[in-house]
């Protein structure tokens, strides 16, 4: 695997931050900076700084001290600083003055992720939520977010390190009757709108020849592609311009931060109908504007646009929760990567075209394990 980029120590520069103010520990050749988790371990931070600037691979697994759980190294991996080097590493590539271990699987800083599978590994409520003191999976997650008080920059730092709740099923929103209206199966999709793309063609077809009817729909079809880059990219992840007050940080949580925190939610993946008809309506009003010299044409040119958004929605539950042909594997990976590794990039699910259009792509090296 090509190698990443990230500060390397000496064992004596590890052993050096061995205080309340610094402390480093390692697993192997890996470097953790756990100085601000100290407080919070279970144990008290005690325990912790006894083990500063120590390996610790072997107390995690001691079954007479204690052996850890999987949430302890969910916690480490959060913390991930660099790694060791000594005079040579065996299987190590280096560029300058980092050394990396080729077999060292890549832990995202910020997510703590390696691969795309640790998006499907279920979060321990508890221990997340007393750690990053964001919202609590257990509780209605709305008006958490509404009263957090939460800055901008903390939310959206928070709200795109992927969590999963409870083998896959959905975290509760509204907590009362509104539930189910936050919900949306994805064969609701495909049976609520396609119908009304055969309606809509059949009446461009009472106007217009039947080829110019399929050119049109085609061209609509195409021009969604562009819509779905452009709807990502500067709505969804308007992150930057997004105001620092509780009413837009609830409002992108509601359209799409819900999905980057929880991305393997099934019943929260494709686009409610309410919402859609919201977004879709200035298309329609933009349609007939373009193709006011016939109505016909842009009936047809919507019904292709919204055949595209059918295409969208199914492809991207998809990517999430279907095993798929080898030809799709590969855009599988890239869209799960815009989630556990850079969300700044890799904007296109259906395709990465309008990505390496407009310098968006997202290349990694990342495998899956």
């Known amino acids: 695997m090509p190698s990443r980029i990230l500060p390397t ?4 520069e590890v052993e050096s931050h061995s205080s309340a103010d610094s402390c480093y520990v390692t697993i192997g050749s890996k470097v953790y900076d756990v100085t ?8 008290g931070s005690s325990l912790v700084l006894e083990y500063a ?3 610790i691979g072997d107390i995690l697994k001691d079954p007479t001290s204690h052996e850890h759980s999987e949430a302890a190294y969910d916690v480490l991996d959060d913390s991930l600083v660099g790694f ?18 080729k077999n060292t699987p890549y832990v995202h800083p910020r997510t703590g992720m390696s691969c795309e599978e640790d998006l499907s590994r279920d979060t321990d409520v508890s221990l997340d939520y007393k750690k990053h003191k964001f919202l609590d999976l257990s509780k209605p997650l709305l008006l958490q977010v509404w009263n957090g008080g939460f800055t901008k920059d903390f939310y959206l730092d928070q709200v795109h390190r992927p969590r999963h709740y409870k083998g896959g099923e959905s975290a509760p929103l509204f907590g009362n009757f509104l539930e189910p209206f936050s919900k949306t199966p994805w064969w609701a999709v495909p ?3 396609l119908p009304c793309v055969a309606w809509g063609l059949t009446k461009a077809a009472e106007g217009l020849p039947v080829p110019y009817v399929a050119a049109y729909w085609i061209f609509g079809v195409m021009l969604w592609t562009l819509i779905e880059y452009g ?14 007050n509780r009413v837009f940080i609830t409002l992108h949580f509601l359209l799409h931060g819900i999905h980057h925190y929880l991305p393997m939610d099934k019943y929260r993946l494709v686009m409610p109908p ?4 919201v977004l879709a309506t200035p298309f329609w009003h933009l349609s007939r504007t373009v193709f006011s010299y016939n109505w016909y044409a842009a009936v047809a040119v919507y019904c292709g646009g919204i055949f595209g958004y059918i295409c969208y929605d199914l492809t991207h539950y998809f990517l999430h929760h279907e095993n798929l042909p080898l030809w799709y594997k590969q855009l599988k990976k890239y869209h799960l990567a815009h989630h556990f590794l850079d969300y700044e990039l890799g904007f296109g699910v259906t395709s990465k075209f309008w ?3 407009f310098g968006t792509e997202l290349t990694t090296p990342i495998k899956t394990k």
């Open 9 to 12: 120590f000496s064992r004596a």
């Open 36 to 43: 601000d988790f100290a407080d919070d371990h279970p144990g």
């Open 53 to 55: 600037g120590k390996d």
């Open 84 to 101: 060791v080097t000594e005079k040579s590493v065996p299987n190590g590539t280096t560029n300058g003055s980092a050394t990396i271990e």
């Open 191 to 193: 049976l609520i709108w």
């Open 231 to 244: 709807m990502h990219r500067f709505l969804f992840h308007l992150d930057g311009w997004l105001p620092d």
């Open 274 to 277: 309410t919402l859609f008809v």
């Open 355 to 357: 990505d390496t259009i």
